[in-house]
């Protein structure tokens, strides 16, 4: 499978954990995005990444959030002491850097994350 | 701050009908305007567009933008009920590359 692939898939955790989550874009991608799905609502952006620069932050992400690209390729996305609002589907997507097609991004399986 | 409307909200029809989905947009200096069909999953990307007036199809599914007025349509003819799914609307902006995106009108087609 050569799609955008998350780990792990679902997530459980208490109040005040930390979490950490696996992004690997489709592999001749240079721009990779996490966005964060509430139930009833469209993705909303978190963060981009060109190659290994974070180049946008949402205000969504507050100081315990934290993503990093550290080689250009895998991404991770890390939340701090996690509080029960941070339940939501966390997803990662990945695009061209090609003028024309930047914009068409595709999108991992997500990962669901439950604070208890 | 951009903001992005799709109507209606959820819509129920038999297979074989053909809907329409709406989406508005407003955004700073539009750059594209996507289409994606989300079942329990993630999205799925349909199509993007960046010029107005211009159809795009891919079998069964249509999409146009009118850049005047701020709004796409997504088309299904003689849908089934594979059909069955959210459609997601998103626009961007020039300086940015981030999706804002709707809230999706939830279709459903029943035999």
């Known amino acids: 499978d050569t799609g955008v692939s998350q780990d792990p898939r679902h997530k459980i955790t208490k109040r005040g954990q930390n979490v950490t989550f696996r992004c690997d874009p489709i592999?001749?991608?240079?721009?990779l995005y996490w966005y964060r799905q509430t139930l009833g609502q469209g993705p909303e952006f978190l963060t981009y990444?060109?190659?290994?620069?974070?180049?946008?932050k949402s205000r969504l992400l507050s100081d315990r959030f934290s993503a990093e690209r550290p080689k250009g390729s895998f991404s991770t996305l890390e939340i701090q002491r996690t509080e029960q609002g941070d339940s939501a589907m966390y997803l990662c997507?990945?695009?061209?850097?090609?003028?024309?097609?930047?914009?068409?991004?595709?999108f991992g399986p997500g990962t669901r994350l439950t604070v208890l | 701050e951009d903001k992005v409307v799709q109507s209606p909200l959820s819509l129920v029809v038999h297979e074989g009908d053909t809907v329409t989905l709406n989406c508005s947009y407003e955004v700073t200096n539009f750059r594209s305007l996507l289409w994606y069909k989300q079942e329990k999953k993630a999205p799925t990307f349909l199509f993007m567009l960046t010029s107005s007036g211009i159809e795009k199809k891919s079998g069964r599914l249509s999409s146009i933008l009118d850049k005047k007025e701020l709004f796409s349509i997504l088309n299904i003819t003689a849908t089934q009920t594979g059909d069955s799914a959210v459609y997601l609307c998103a626009d961007s902006g020039a300086g940015s590359y981030q999706l804002t995106f709707g809230k999706g009108t939830k279709l459903s087609v029943i035999p």
């Open positions: 592999s001749e991608h240079n721009r």
């Open positions: 990444f060109q190659n290994e620069a974070q180049l946008e």
């Open positions: 997507a990945s695009s061209f850097g090609l003028a024309g097609r930047r914009n068409e991004q595709f």
